[in-house]
T-cell receptor
Framework: AQSVTQLDSHVSVSEGTPVLLRCNYSSSYSPSLFWYVQHPNKGLQLLLKYTSAATLVKGINGFEAEFKKSETSFHLTKPSAHMSDAAEYFCVVTLFFQKLVFGTGTRLLVSP | GAGVSQSPRYKVAKRGQDVALRCDPISGHVSLFWYQQALGQGPEFLTYFQNEAQLDKSGLPSDRFFAERPEGSVSTLKIQRTQQEDSAVYLC????????????FGPGTRLLVL
């Protein structure tokens, strides 16, 4: 069975500082991993996905994530936070692109 | 629009009522998924269709939950005899269905059972 653990329920940063949202996964096979973002009252939007190609994945809005098999991690980073980045972020794992298994989410707070 | 749409966006039901939630996937998308998102939690898988075939319903929490997609396009999630614990946001997603295809989510239906 696959699962993901998001290590922080809340992360607070100041605008212009780096963002790090942590995710560890568990999977019996080579997984596909995603980060989705959910803004209030809006649908889930895909930020980026890892599908066993390059281990460093670049996504939208300046976000990127690195797949580290030795650490079973897929942390999300951004060099400089923007106020519009404030949202809920979900790390997601899937096998064979069928059902997605979501983490519990990390709420990113960005202060001026 | 070209995205996944869901209706209604909000639904208030009295305990014991039946409800029906609709999902219109992106045109041409073969696969359709339903997820349930409780307050403060991540979405959890309910069921999955490929065209009109329901290939996985392992996430449906009880036999009060029923989903259909009779013509391989629009899908309806029905909850019979609603209970307070059914209160959640119900999310629909669709994908092209081929390997490595992204799931695109609708805005969800927020169900409140009183």
């Amino acid at each position: 069975a696959q699962s993901v653990t998001q290590l922080d329920s809340h992360v607070s940063v100041s605008e212009g500082t780096p963002v790090l949202l942590r995710c560890n996964y568990s999977s019996s096979y080579s997984p596909s991993l995603f980060w989705y973002v959910q803004h209030p009252n809006k649908g889930l939007q895909l930020l980026l996905k890892y599908t066993s190609a390059a281990t460093l994945v670049k996504g939208i809005n300046g976000f990127e994530a690195e797949f580290k098999k030795s650490e079973t991690s897929f942390h999300l980073t951004k060099p400089s936070a923007h106020m519009s980045d404030a949202a809920e972020y979900f790390c997601v794992v899937t096998l064979f692109f069928q059902k997605l298994v979501f983490g519990t989410g990390t709420r990113l707070l960005v202060s001026p | 629009g070209a995205g996944v749409s869901q209706s209604p966006r909000y639904k208030v039901a009295k305990r014991g009522q039946d409800v029906a939630l609709r999902c219109d996937p992106i045109s041409g998308h073969v696969s359709l998924f339903w997820y349930q998102q409780a307050l403060g939690q991540g979405p959890e898988f309910l069921t999955y269709f490929q065209n009109e075939a329901q290939l996985d319903k392992s996430g449906l929490p009880s036999d009060r939950f029923f989903a259909e997609r009779p013509e391989g396009s629009v899908s309806t999630l029905k909850i019979q005899r609603t209970q307070q614990e059914d209160s959640a946001v119900y999310l629909c997603a669709s994908s092209l269905g081929t390997e490595q295809e992204t799931q695109y989510f609708g805005p969800g239906t927020r169900l409140l059972v009183l």
